[in-house]
């Protein structure tokens, strides 16, 4: 089995939880205690609480968000998909468990070039993405940005950046817009175990915790960097325990079960709302697809990702809990089809909508107006 997604277990796990009132002691005695505390809140209660509605609308994102990919993949098979195409399969339960926990009216977000799945999983609508992916002047960025590069001012959704990092200290700058206008929100700010080892990344740690920034850093350790694995390019593989140094409490958080990451997701929140300033979230997971759709992964064996979706897959997992709970095979049946022809219609109409116009090139264009 690789060290792979629930296989953080390979890690040693983290310190067995205290009773409450050895806690208030431990904390008065230890001043470090406060970098561990969210992590021994997470053990105690590591999973979310969730009503089989609940469930069932967490299951049926991370099935739309598979769906989209699968047919991304095959646009761009055909050709209908240019440039860059980075599938978010296997991490499903990362953006839908995290999202979930959000305040749309108030909370933002910020992610790499792998961001279908969290535009969906923000409730963008799956047609403008497919449209975006596809080139067209229906697409979210009007066709400009494609897969990389979507926004959503309305949603608070800053990117889609494809210069790997970059996402991170741009998420202090709307953390600390947060803080500014004084409106409660928090900045969730996503990347990847490569972007971990990027310079800008501890430089934003240091200012995001001297200020007490309203911002959750995500890491989503899918256990590569194109074809380098987190193992063989990253010193501390525990990312979590990387803001250490600048005072930013860690979580490790099993980024395959979206109730894990759901309630994690509630302890960072709270913390973060209550003006404690940054968290830091390693999110365990694995991507099941290439790095792009160039990648022929052959840095890995297919036993080696057969064992995590026979295993380990976030939406098998749901599946069987909420038949657990009662659900019906013909009820996850029919939701199945129902999220297939919604996938097939965000395909038709993209693929039916014009190309944005030549006029578009000038558009959205910062030019320096000549002296
Ligand atoms: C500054 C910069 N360096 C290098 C690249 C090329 N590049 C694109 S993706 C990538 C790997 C990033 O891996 P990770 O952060 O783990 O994210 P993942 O693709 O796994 O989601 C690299 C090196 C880039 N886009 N930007
Ligand atoms: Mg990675």
Same mark, same amino acid.
């Given at each position: 089995?690789?060290?792979?997604?629930?296989?953080?277990? +390979?890690?040693?796990?983290?310190?067995?939880?205290?009773?409450?009132?050895?806690?208030?002691?431990?904390?008065?005695?230890?001043p470090?205690?406060?970098?561990?505390?969210?992590?021994?809140?997470?053990t105690?209660q590591?999973?979310?609480?969730?009503?089989?509605?609940?469930l069932?609308?967490?299951?049926?994102?991370?099935?739309?968000?598979?769906?989209?990919?699968?047919?991304?993949?095959?646009?761009?098979?055909?050709?209908?998909?240019?440039?860059?195409?980075?599938?978010?399969?296997?991490?499903?339960?990362?953006?839908?468990?995290?999202?979930?926990?959000?305040?749309?009216?108030?909370?933002?977000?910020?992610?790499?070039?792998?961001?279908?799945?969290?535009?969906?999983?923000?409730?963008l609508?799956?047609?403008?993405?497919?449209?975006?992916?596809?080139?067209?002047?229906?697409?979210i960025?009007?066709g400009?940005g494609?897969?990389?590069?979507?926004?959503?001012?309305?949603?608070?959704?800053?990117?889609?950046?494809?210069?790997?990092?970059?996402?991170?200290?741009?998420g202090?700058?709307?953390?600390f817009?947060?803080?500014?206008?004084?409106?409660?929100?928090?900045?969730?700010?996503?990347f990847?175990?490569?972007?971990?080892?990027q310079?800008?990344?501890?430089?934003?740690?240091?200012? +995001?915790?001297?200020?007490?920034?309203?911002?959750?850093?995500?890491?989503?350790?899918?256990?590569?960097?194109m074809?380098t694995?987190?193992?063989?390019s990253?010193?501390?593989?525990?990312f979590?325990?990387?803001?250490?140094?600048?005072?930013?409490p860690?979580?490790?958080?099993?980024g395959?079960?979206?109730?894990?990451?759901?309630?994690? +997701?509630?302890?960072?929140?709270?913390?973060?709302?209550?003006?404690?300033?940054?968290?830091?979230?390693?999110?365990?997971?694995?991507?099941?697809?290439?790095h792009?759709?160039?990648?022929? +992964?052959?840095?890995?064996?297919?036993?080696?990702?057969? !064992?995590?979706r026979?295993?380990?897959?976030?939406i098998?997992?749901?599946?069987?809990?909420l038949?657990?709970?009662?659900?019906?095979?013909?009820?996850?049946?029919?939701? !199945?089809?129902?999220?297939?022809?919604?996938?097939?219609?965000?395909? !038709?109409?993209?693929?039916?909508?014009?190309e944005?116009?030549?006029?578009?090139?000038?558009?959205?264009?910062?030019?320096?107006?000549?002296?």
């Amino acid at each position: 089995m690789p060290r792979a997604a629930a296989s953080k277990s +390979a890690k040693p796990k983290p310190a067995k939880a205290t009773p409450a009132g050895a806690e208030v002691a431990e904390a008065a005695k230890d001043p470090d205690f406060e970098l561990r505390s969210l992590q021994v809140a997470h053990t105690k209660q590591p999973r979310y609480k969730a009503s089989k509605d609940e469930l069932t609308g967490f299951y049926e994102q991370m099935l739309l968000i598979r769906r989209f990919e699968e047919k991304a993949g095959q646009l761009y098979g055909l050709g209908l998909i240019g440039g860059f195409c980075h599938l978010y399969i296997g991490q499903e339960a990362v953006a839908v468990g995290l999202q979930s926990a959000l305040d749309p009216e108030r909370d933002s977000v910020i992610t790499g070039y792998r961001d279908h799945g969290h535009m969906l999983a923000y409730g963008l609508d799956p047609k403008v993405i497919m449209a975006e992916l596809t080139g067209r002047q229906a697409g979210i960025s009007k066709g400009k940005g494609g897969s990389m590069h979507m926004f959503s001012n309305e949603k608070r959704f800053y990117g889609g950046h494809g210069i790997v990092g970059a996402q991170v200290p741009l998420g202090a700058g709307l953390a600390f817009a947060h803080k500014y206008r004084g409106d409660d929100g928090v900045c969730v700010a996503y990347f990847g175990d490569g972007a971990a080892n990027q310079g800008q990344v501890y430089e934003t740690f240091n200012m +995001a915790s001297l200020w007490k920034l309203p911002i959750i850093f995500v890491v989503e350790d899918n256990q590569y960097a194109m074809g380098t694995a987190s193992k063989r390019s990253s010193a501390e593989t525990h990312f979590h325990r990387r803001g250490t140094a600048f005072r930013i409490p860690g979580m490790d958080v099993n980024g395959m079960d979206v109730l894990e990451v759901r309630q994690a +997701a509630e302890v960072a929140l709270k913390y973060v709302r209550a003006g404690g300033g940054p968290v830091l979230m390693e999110l365990n997971t694995y991507r099941y697809r290439g790095h792009s759709m160039s990648d022929p +992964a052959k840095y890995r064996t297919r036993a080696e990702v057969d !064992d995590v979706r026979e295993h380990n897959d976030p939406i098998e997992r749901a599946k069987k809990e909420l038949l657990e709970l009662g659900e019906s095979e013909e009820s996850l049946k029919a939701l !199945d089809k129902r999220i297939r022809a919604t996938v097939g219609e965000a395909a !038709d109409f993209a693929e039916g909508s014009p190309e944005p116009e030549l006029a578009e090139l000038y558009t959205d264009v910062l030019v320096e107006p000549r002296a």
